[in-house]
T-cell receptor, first 113, second 112 residues
């Protein structure tokens, strides 16, 4: 198994531009999570899906952020418009169930200038 | 949501010495507990987990952790560290809502 695959690994964009981060979960994992990691705030859960349905998006910072999961093998996190304070590492993780823990992707390092 | 406190932000340790990373969580209800490791520029990897049963849990790379319900703690230990154990370690707790709450992390630096 290739694990959780995220793309791109690095993204540098200008303030105001739209950014789309992509994630392919492990096949058979019903749960998908998007986290953001910064030095100041640590790991923050943004949103999670169960069977492609968003369950809890209370961590999404504001309307500029949106996430979709059109099928079991693909999810996107979009930021429009991007701002410098969005600079962080964004992780996608998937899980077959609560007691198994999560498998994390390698992350996307986003820099907004 | 659960609250997770990692009591040490930085732990320097010499190679082949023991290390203990401390973790406390907020709830006394049944929870699942996890330790993850993050090497530089990588994602988080699961070290070990506690679901139920024996309070001493063994994980990968020689790590183990002990669950203490009365003290709501889940401390991580390794009897002899290597240079390659230099990384950031995260304690995490999951309860009924399937979400993992992470601590702030402990950076372990192993010196020769």
């Amino acid at each position: 198994d290739a694990g959780v695959i995220q793309s791109p690994r690095h993204e540098v964009t200008e303030m105001g531009q739209e950014v789309t981060l992509r994630c392919k979960p492990i096949s058979g994992h019903d749960y998908l999570f998007w986290y953001r990691q910064t030095m100041m705030r640590g790991l923050e859960l943004l949103i999670y899906f169960n069977n492609n349905v968003p369950i809890d998006d209370s961590g999404m910072p504001e309307d500029r952020f949106s996430a979709k999961m059109p099928n079991a093998s693909f999810s996107t996190l979009k930021i429009q418009p991007s701002e410098p304070r969005d600079s962080a590492v964004y992780f996608c993780a998937s899980s077959p169930g609560q007691m198994y823990g999560y498998t994390f992707g390698s992350g996307t390092r986003l820099t907004v200038v | 949501a659960q609250s997770v406190t990692q009591l040490d932000s930085q732990v320097p340790v010499f190679e082949e010495a023991p290390v203990e990373l401390r973790c406390n969580y907020s709830s006394s209800v049944s929870v699942y507990l996890f330790w993850y490791v993050q090497y530089p520029n990588q994602g988080l990897q699961l070290l070990l987990k506690y679901l139920s049963g024996s309070t001493l849990v063994k994980g990968i790379n020689g790590f183990e952790a002990e669950f203490n319900k009365s003290q709501t703690s889940f401390h991580l230990r390794k009897p002899s560290v290597h240079i390659s154990d230099t990384a950031e370690y995260f304690c995490a707790v999951s309860d009924w809502d399937y979400k993992l709450s992470f601590g702030a992390g402990t950076t372990v630096t192993v010196r020769a």
